[in-house]
Each structure stands twice: as C-alpha cells, then as structure tokens.
C-alpha cells in the first residue's frame, strides 16, 4: 500500500527537481504544467488521507511516518517523523488545495515573465516546506518547516530582486521572523528541558501531569512559542514586516501570505494547545494580542489606498481574529476560520491580483473605479468574497467568525471586552472591504483613456480558480453549522486533535441573537461603506480632513516603523560600526596584552629589515619561556 | 599496534604531504607549473584516499584510540611517537584531507608567483595539521602545532595582498605568544606527574590524563591559564582575535580557507582534548568565565561583522561568532554541548571555507572585495550566486543544513547548563541572520548597475567541482548527520565523564558541608 503522507510530501518535491532539471530547457509552460500537476497530486493525496481518517474511527485517526532518525544521541532523539491527524488533515487540504487553484492561476499571472521558471520551483518548494511544518510530528521538525517557509518567503518577495524595496522588504521579514524564532528556540530547549523529547504525542500527552497548571515554566513556554507565532502570524508586535512583503508577486501574497504560511503561528499554538490550557496568563497573552492586533491592523486597512495593502492589513486583522479564538480556547473555531479564510483572502488576492494584471501593475485605488464591466468575472468573484469575509449569512466567513465571536463572549477564557473587540473589528472589515470593491469596481473611472482601451478580463486560467474559490467562499462554512446537533461536521472532526467539543452550555436563544447581532453589524458596515464611498463619494475625505491628525496617524501605521527603525535598527547599526572603528581596531587591537601595540611597531621595524626580525624575536621569547620555565620548576623542589 | 593491517596508516597520511613537499622540492622544475600542480593535487588526493579507512574502518563504539601507533622516540626524556584517532580527532583529520585538495585545486589560477614554494607550503601545512591532531603524545602534539605556524606565515607573508607583511607577522607573534605559554603549561604538567602521577617522566597523553584531576587547584588554575591563553588565541576567542581579520583578508585565498577550516579548530580541539580531561576542576571553575567570553564572542562578532565593508572581513568576523559558539558548547561541560561544538568545527570548516572559496572566486574576476563594488550578480551569475545562496544558508543555521544541527546541540548543552547562557546566545543567531541576508542583498540583489560586473563570468567546471563536495557535505551533515554524531559520540561521552567525574566530588563534598552549615532544599526551577 502507498504511503500517502510520503505521497503528499513529496509530490510537490517532485515537481521541484523536475524543474529543476528540465524546467530551463523546456520552458515556462512546461515549468507551469509540471508544478501544478505536483500540487495537485499532493492534493488528491490529501484527500486520500482524510478518506483514510474518516473511515477510521475517531479517536484511532492517526497515520504515522518515520522516515529515520534525524538527530539521534545519547538520550536524546529526534526523528525525521511525520504524522496525519484531523488537525493536520484539514491544513494539509486547505495547502494542497488553495495552492493548487494559485499554482494554475499563476500560470496566467506570471505569464511572460523572465524568471518564471524559478517562480515555480520557489512555489513548490514553499508548498513542500508548508506541507512539512504541519504534517511533522515533533517541534523540530515542524520547525524545519517554519524556517523553510521563511526562506520561500524571502526568496519569493524578493523574486523582482531588481527591485531595491522587494529586497529590503524580503529580508525585512526573514530578520523579523528569526526574532520569533529566537523566542520559540528558546521555548522548545524549555520543553526538552521539562520533558527530555520534542515529540509532540509525548510532551502533549504528559503535559498535564508533568507540568503544574499556572507555573512559571508553564507560562514561560507557551509565551516564547507564542512570541514565536507572533512572528509567523504577523501580530503585534512583529506584524510591521508583512505589509512589506505585499513586494512579492500577487499570487505569492495569495498563497503565502495570505492563505498558508502566516497561519502557520495559529497552527503551531492549536497543535500545543494542551499546554496552552495549563496558563491561563499565557492565554490571556493570547487573547489580548489577538483582540489588540485584530482592531490596530482593520483600523490601518480603513485608510490605506494601495489595494494590496488594505488586504495585508486585513490578513493581519483576520489573523488577530483566529489567534484571539485561540486565546479564548476555541481552538476549533481559529482553524475553521483559518480555512475559510484562506478561501475568501486567496480570492480577494488573486482579483487584485487580476485587476493589477490588467492595469499592467498599478495597485493604487485612486486611480481605479468603473472597472466592474469590464472585469466581469473578477468583479462578482471578489464581490462574494468581500461578502464572506464582512460576514454576512449563508457565506462561509459568516460562520465561522460567528463562531470566534460566540466563544469570545462565553469562555471561561473570553468576556465581554473580548467580544466587542471582536464585534468592533468586524464592523471595520465590513467598511474597508466594501471601501475596496467600491473604489476598485465601482463609481467613476479614473484611470487614462489609453488604459481603458487595452482593458481586459483576465485568461481562464486565472478565472476559473477565482470562480472555484468564490464557490468555496460561498459554501465553505457549511460544515461548521452551530445550533443543529450533528451539523457541526468541522468542530466534529477535529475534535480528536484538539480536545472534545465543547458542548452543553450553548443556549440556542442566546446565539441565535449572537448571530443576529452579528449580521447586523455586517450589514451596518456594508452600509456605511456604501454611504461614504458610493451615495457620497469623498464621504471619506470629509471625515480625514475632520480629524487630521488622526487620520495622519493611522494612514502612516501608528509610526511603528518608524519607532522600530529609530529605537532598534538605526542603534543596532551605529553601534557595529561603533564597535568596529573604535573598539576592535581602536581598543581590543592596540591594547590586549599589549601585543598589539607592540606588533605595530615590529611591523613597522620588519617593513625595513624584511624576515630576520621575526625569527630572532621567536628565539628571544622561546628562551625567555625557558628561563621562566626552569625558574619555576626549580622552585618546586 | 591494532592498527588496519599492521599499516602505520597514521603516520603515512601525516608524512605523505611533507615526502610530497621535498619531492617537489627536489624534483621538479620551478617552470613546470603545470607538473607541480598536478603532482600536489594528486599528494592531495592520495592522502585523502588514504584517510577514507580511518571513516569506513572506524569503531564507533569505542571511546578510547584507534589505529594507534606507538614507539619511543627521546626516551630520555620520556617523549614518544605516540598517533591516534578517537571521535575527537577522526572527522578533524578527514576534513583536513579534504580540505587539502580544495585548497590546492582552487590555488590554480589565483597563484601565479612563485608557484613551486607556494605548493611545498602548502603541502608543508597538510602535515602540521593533520599530526596536530593525530599526536597523542603532548610533546608530539606541541612539535606540530608550532610546524603549522611556518608555512602559513610564508603563504600569508608572501602570497598575501598589500598588507602581507603586516598581518604575517601579526598571525605569526600572536599566535607564537600563545603557544610558548601553551608549552609553559605542558611543562609543569609533566613535572607535576612526575612528582605526583606516574613518576617517570612521559608525555604521554593517556598516562597524564590521570594525573590530572589530582593537581590542587591553586596550580591547575595556573595551567589552565596557560592552555587557555595558548588555544583562545587560536580559536580565537574574544578578546584575543583581532590578528583573525588581518589574516585573512591579507592571505590567499587557499590560506584563509585552511586557516578558517582546520588552524582554527587546533584551539577548539586542544581546548576538548586537553584542557577538558587534563584540567577538569579548573574547567569547572572557569565556566563562567569562558561562557562570557564565548558569548561575547558571538555578539561581538556578529555585531562588527554588520559594518563590514569588505567581504573577506565579514566573513572573518562570522568566524569570531562561529568559534564562540563552539566553546560555548564545549564549556556547557556535557554531552549535547561538547558534541555539538566538536559537530559544528566540522560545520564551521565546511561552511566558512565555502564562503572563503566563494570570495576568492570573485576576487580572482574582479580584484576586489568591497560589498558595494557588487549588487545585481544575481543576474549575471546564477550557479555562483546559487552556490553562495546555499552556503550562506547553511553558515546562519537553517534547519536542513549542517549548521542547525551543531548549532541547535550547542545550544540544548547551553541551556542544560544554564538558561541565561544559552538566551544570550541564540541572540547570535538572530544577528546572524541579518548580517549574511544584507551581505547577500547587497551583493547579489538589486541592479546590475556596474559595468565591470557585467562582464563577470559564472564558475568554470573546476570551481563547480571543489564547490561540490562542500556543498553535499552541507545537505548530508544537515538531513542526515548520525554517522557523524556516531563517530563521535562515545569519545565525547567519555571526555564529558572525565571533566565531571572532579565535579562529582565537589559536589558531594560541598553538599556535606552545606548540610552541616544549614539544611538547604535543593531548587530546581521545573
């Protein structure tokens, strides 16, 4: 019988070393069909995997890998090991799955383009990392994973890297995200500390014996893994890098940045979550930096007038909404909205994407308008996209943000100022999107007659996977139903991976108006939207130009990086330099033992006796030693 | 003798260099350069060839040496040919063998003067190194530590760049300094077992290994100065390394890549092989002290390497950073630590020596080594670039390459030993990371705007082909490190007992006392 985790894994390795060998030779379309196909064998192989789970019963869900042992010394061991639980079924599809619909349709987005040979390779090696970070089955190795996926990051943002911003900008997140990795470093040597293994079976399975509910080092390892997520899921306070790195290609955005790698933080605190669960500090870290950073990034997103930027704010915003249901312990409910997410944001990227593509790579919004009838497809795809992530009922992002919202307010870790977080965030996500399809789709033209001439829709390789996305868009929430019993097919599944459904105290007649409430603010937020960009177009000016200097602060991003480059990478600069001229050359060199003084002054005597010097002075010093030597051994008789 | 055979294979692959080097001397003409380089590529080859038994035949369930051999030589008083391998030593020697032919072979076209000395010098250094580290005998071991130091005072004081002479003769004192304090050291270790060990008089590692725990302190804190000085030098550590970066931006290409390979390494060894088991109070005693300088060493160095304008420097000063890594996972006194710096000496030769070469690649094109001479190469040269993308990767310790694997050992041992220790250091890992991305950003990204850089051609074969092993070796140690770490696990286990076996009784003693003073709970912090 095949392995199917060997298959999901290596698939897309597969297309990578085929590009890689043939790729050059036989071109972009080759290069395109071949890393495709590979991703979409991952995916069919995944879905082989969650055939293969649910006909398993539930908590015997588990398929496991060992491929050798990777770090093996004494009383210590790390395998290269991987395992398929619900938890990582469900990434696993939503990876496969999303990236082959982005695979395809960057066959259309890159067409044309000199590098795109190595964008593919790039791609599948992302998807492979990917795959590796949540198919592993101990920390290390998802952490060969996390850093892989940095890498591809880098590689990917920094793909135009004739241009000076996609560089700074690729290392600008690769530097931040080591500073989470730094922290999550330090968290996993506490864990071998604590439990003597990485293993996750392991150290999750003896958590809560080994380890006291609410000590120190309980707290200190969920916050450094924390801190570490903060990194990869772009929260505060290490979020400012993912703004950046909208440098890369669009598709690029959708998958990485969008979809797959910055989920990986809430991934990784959902897969650690019986330790989550012994901290009630470390969870209320939790909660409160999702809440803080959910309402900080939809605030920015209000003002921002590059369309890809209002969709990085948004992301950041989004992620704020799964890691505060993380916080709250509604672990299910962060990773059904990571996948609805990754539907609805993937499509919201790939229709920028689209319209950027057609405008021949303009992304400022003021220049756009109109463009609904001569975009067709992408208007009505990115329509129900921005439909799904407001959260209006029956799409999917109506369901599960329902849910995180639901939880925020009755947890024993939420409370009400969760939930008006959460409320106050959505009502913001339903005016910066809407703000975005109006002056993207709507409105006045404003762009260059010239422009308007050569507009077109984009190929049906880049439609289609919109048109696919927009029906998961729809549809995709469907399987996480509240209130009717048996209907919550998602929370059902994962319920082996992250612990049992937390059911009995949900009072129909309370969510329902939870839901209610919930919709209105949606619809409230649509409205306002079209009220200031629509009915009113410069509704919105009139209130920047109310309160300008608050608008100055949000439009420039709370001067976070310009506070980071100031207090941080301008001292860190100066003082290497610092630390060079004066200190090594100056101090270290002249003055340690004195030799280095001396030395400059035999060199200067050896520039004019050439070789000689060197020699009589070593047999100056080897019969000093001597002298010496024989002193001391004397004195010891 | 148990040695393969009754082969003194040892001894053959230490002196194979050196017949090598009188042969050239002796035998071929100064104009036939193309013979010399041939012949000195196949001494090279041979050696190495020769060295692949002591992988494949090497046990590594054993703790103590193999393929020893053993005669008299000044029994007068009391030295003797005493080589052999253990963990410690075996992957030392190997990738000395390799990086031999790598030093040669990219020697070919950079070194144009005075070809027939630099080959001889070069092949004169393959011999001091590799019996530095095969000589069990201490006196043997010190004859060879002070022959390297010859040959590579001519390759950097002849075949340097403009400032030669300088850095020659600043290598030269510094490290000569260190070792007559070294030998100062070695001395009163024999003396000392004369009186209290064994009471002949020898210099014999295996026979001073049991005097050693009994000097009282107050005299092993003296030799351990001594050998301190001698080895931190060499390795270097902060605040002895400023005679590093003049080195090896003045040395030839193949000097800096032997001098960052395996020179630097003589200390870190010297440190596992004598300091540790010979010293062991004393090595307990001084933690503190030598994790501060080793921490210092990683910040310090990466933070200097971040303002670097020259790239041989920057890469100069990684070093600093590397080798502070290493003593910081010996100095962690246990198993994870100690094998992870004896893993990542390996990593180190292989990674920086690739950067070394890299350098030198570009330097033979261009002449020069100004970061901001470049930018844009990406596009110009694709395998070089990818070859520098992947090294570089490695050198900052990306999970999948060699570096992560020592690096991530190194700190578990840190840790063990103490938290703080091992969250300053992995501060180091974060710099590391900015100084190599921004090196390679500014050198390889952005526009090709220079017109000398658009003439620069990509790596010949011959380049492609000394990059190769490296690189494997990169991959290999990265994904697939446990024939590495089986090598050296039980000698280093063995060490780690021998240096805590001192510490075991102080503790007991020290408790005694403690309970005696006041009953004091013992705190652990999980």
């Known amino acids: 019988m095949m392995n199917l985790i060997a298959l999901i894994l290596f698939l897309p390795l597969a297309g990578l070393f085929v590009n890689l060998l043939f790729g050059w030779k036989l071109g972009e379309k080759f290069a395109g069909w071949v890393a495709s196909a590979a991703i979409s064998g991952a995916f069919l192989a995944a879905m082989g995997g969650f055939v293969r789970l649910i006909g398993l019963p539930p908590e015997a869900r588990l398929l496991r890998l060992v491929l050798f042992e990777w770090i093996p010394i004494g009383g210590f061991q790390v395998n290269a090991g991987f395992m398929l639980d619900p938890l990582s079924s469900v990434m696993t599809l939503v990876i496969t799955g999303v990236g082959a619909l982005i695979h395809f349709y960057s066959m259309g987005y890159m067409h044309g383009d000199r590098g795109v040979v190595r964008y593919f390779i790039y791609l599948n090696l992302f998807v492979f990392f990917m795959l590796t970070l949540v198919l592993g089955d101990n920390f290390l190795v998802l952490f060969v994973g996390w850093e892989g996926v940095g890498l591809c990051s880098y590689l990917l943002i920094g793909f135009w890297f004739g241009r000076e911003s996609a560089c700074e900008a690729g290392k600008k997140a690769f530097v931040f995200n080591r500073v989470g990795d730094f922290c999550f470093l330090i968290g996993l040597f506490l864990i071998i500390g604590v439990f003597g293994t990485l293993d996750f079976a392991e150290v999750l399975g003896r958590a809560p014996t080994t380890l006291v509910a609410g000590s120190g080092i309980a707290t200190a390892i969920c916050l450094l893994l924390f801190a570490g997520a903060t990194g990869k899921s772009a929260q505060i306070p290490l979020y400012v890098w993912l703004p950046d790195a909208m440098e890369g290609p669009t598709p690029v955005s959708a998958l990485i940045h969008a979809a797959t790698m910055v989920t990986a933080g809430v991934y990784m605190v959902a897969r650690a979550y019986v330790l989550f669960e012994l901290s009630p500090v470390a969870m209320n870290v939790v909660a409160i930096v999702g809440a803080v950073t959910l309402l900080v990034a939809a605030s920015i997103a209000l003002v921002q007038t590059d369309i890809k930027r209002v969709l990085a704010y948004s992301t950041v915003s989004q992620l704020g909404y799964m890691v505060l249901a993380l916080g709250v312990g509604a672990y299910s409910a962060a990773i059904f909205h990571l996948m609805t997410h990754a539907f609805f944001k993937a499509l919201l990227f790939m229709g920028a994407g689209s319209v950027i593509h057609s405008l021949d790579g303009e992304q400022e919004m003021n220049k756009m308008g109109g463009l609904n009838a001569a975009l067709p497809v992408t208007s009505m795809t990115c329509t129900i996209a921005a439909l799904a992530i407001a959260g209006v009922f029956p799409l999917a992002g109506f369901f599960s943000k329902d849910a995180i919202l639901y939880s925020a307010m009755t947890s024993e870790h939420g409370g009400v100022l969760f939930w008006l977080a959460g409320a106050a965030g959505a009502l913001m996500t339903a005016i910066y999107i809407f703000r975005l399809i109006f002056k993207t789709f709507h409105g006045k033209c404003n762009l260059t007659m010239e422009t308007q001439a050569r507009l077109h829709e984009s190929p049906r390789v880049m439609t289609l996977p919109l048109q696919a996305l927009a029906g998961l868009s729809i549809a995709g929430g469907w399987v996480g139903i509240p209130l009717i019993p048996g209907a919550d097919i998602f929370g059902g599944f994962l319920a082996p991976s992250l612990g049992g459904l937390a059911e009995g105290h949900h009072e129909a007649l309370f969510e329902v108006i939870m839901m209610a409430i919930s919709l209105a603010i949606a619809l409230l937020g649509i409205y306002i939207a079209y009220k200031l960009f629509v009915r009113n177009v410069g509704g919105g000016a009139a209130y920047a130009e109310r309160w300008p200097r608050l608008y100055r602060l949000v439009l420039n991003k709370y001067y976070v990086d310009e506070a980071y480059d100031y207090m941080i990478i301008q001292p860190v600069k100066r003082i290497s330099t610092r630390l060079w001229k004066d200190f090594d050359d100056g101090f270290v060199d002249s003055s340690v033992g004195g030799v280095g003084g001396f030395v400059r002054l035999i060199g200067a005597a050896a520039r004019q006796l050439q070789t000689g010097y060197v020699k009589s002075y070593a047999i100056t010093m080897l019969v000093g030693a001597l002298a010496v030597i024989l002193y001391l051994t004397s004195g010891m008789k | ?526």
Not at chain 2, 120 to 141: R, S
């Open chain 2, 1 to 526: 003798m148990d040695n393969v055979m009754g082969f003194p294979l040892l001894t053959v692959i230490t002196f194979l260099p050196l017949l090598g080097a009188v042969i050239v001397m002796l035998f071929f003409d100064r104009e036939k350069t193309g013979a010399i380089k041939g012949f000195a590529t196949a001494v090279a080859v041979v050696d190495f060839i020769l060295s692949i038994p002591l992988w494949t035949k090497f046990d590594t369930a054993k703790a103590g040496f193999q393929f020893v051999e053993k005669v008299s030589w000044i029994p007068t008083i009391g030295v003797g040919y005493h080589v052999a391998v253990d963990g410690i030593s075996v992957l030392l020697v190997l990738l000395t063998t390799i990086t031999m032919i790598v030093g040669v072979v990219c020697s070919f076209t950079a070194i144009t003067d005075r070809e027939k000395e630099y080959y001889v010098c070069l092949l004169l250094m393959a011999t001091g190194m590799l019996g530095t580290f095969v000589a069990i005998d201490i006196f043997l071991f010190y004859v060879f530590f002070e022959i390297t130091l010859v040959p590579m005072y001519f390759l950097i004081g002849i075949w340097g760049g403009p400032r030669k002479l300088y850095a020659a003769i600043k290598f030269f004192l510094y490290t000569l300094f260190g070792s007559v304090l070294m030998l100062l050291g070695i001395l009163a270790l024999y003396f000392v077992n004369l009186k209290m060990g064994t009471g002949t008089l020898t210099f014999d590692l295996q026979q001073l290994y049991a005097v050693g725990p009994k000097i009282p302190m107050s005299l092993q804190a003296w030799i351990f100065l001594a050998f301190f000085i001698g080895f931190a030098i060499k390795v270097p550590m902060f605040p002895f390394h400023t005679w590093l970066p003049d080195a090896h931006v003045e040395a030839p290409t193949a000097g800096s890549v032997i001098l960052a390979g395996i020179l630097l390494k003589m200390g870190t060894y010297g440190f596992v092989r004598f300091v540790l088991p010979l010293l062991p109070q004393a090595s307990q005693a001084f933690v503190p002290f030598m994790m501060l300088l080793s921490i210092i060493g990683i910040i310090y160095g990466a933070l200097v390497a971040m303002a670097q304008t020259d790239v041989k420097k920057l890469v100069a000063y990684s070093s600093v950073s590397h080798l502070g890594f290493v003593m910081l996972g010996v100095f962690a006194l246990n198993q994870q630590g100690v094998l992870g710096g004896q893993l990542q000496m390996i990593n180190h030769g292989i990674s920086t020596g690739a950067l070394f070469l890299l350098v030198g690649i570009v330097y033979e094109r261009r002449h020069t080594r100004m970061i901001s001479d470049f930018g844009g190469l990406a596009k110009q040269v694709p395998v070089y670039s990818t070859i520098f993308a992947i090294t570089m990767l490695s050198s900052i310790g990306l999970p999948g390459l060699n570096g992560f694997v020592g690096e991530f050992l190194i700190l578990i041992g840190a840790f063990k030993a103490s938290y703080v220790y091992a969250a300053f250091a992995v501060i180091g890992i974060v710099l590391g990371a900015a100084y190599m991305l921004w090196l390679f950003q500014r050198m390889f990204f952005g526009n090709l705007d220079n017109p000398e850089n658009q003439r620069l051609t990509d790596c010949n074969r011959r380049e492609v082909l000394y990059m190769l092993p490296l690189v494997v070796l990169m991959f290999w140690i990265g994904l697939y490190p446990r024939p590495f770490l089986a090598r050296m696990e039980a000698s280093v286990g063995k060490v780690v007992k021998m240096v805590n076996v001192a510490k075991a009784e102080q503790d007991t003693k020290s408790a005694h006392l403690k309970k005696k003073l006041r009953p004091a709970p013992k705190r652990n912090i999980f």
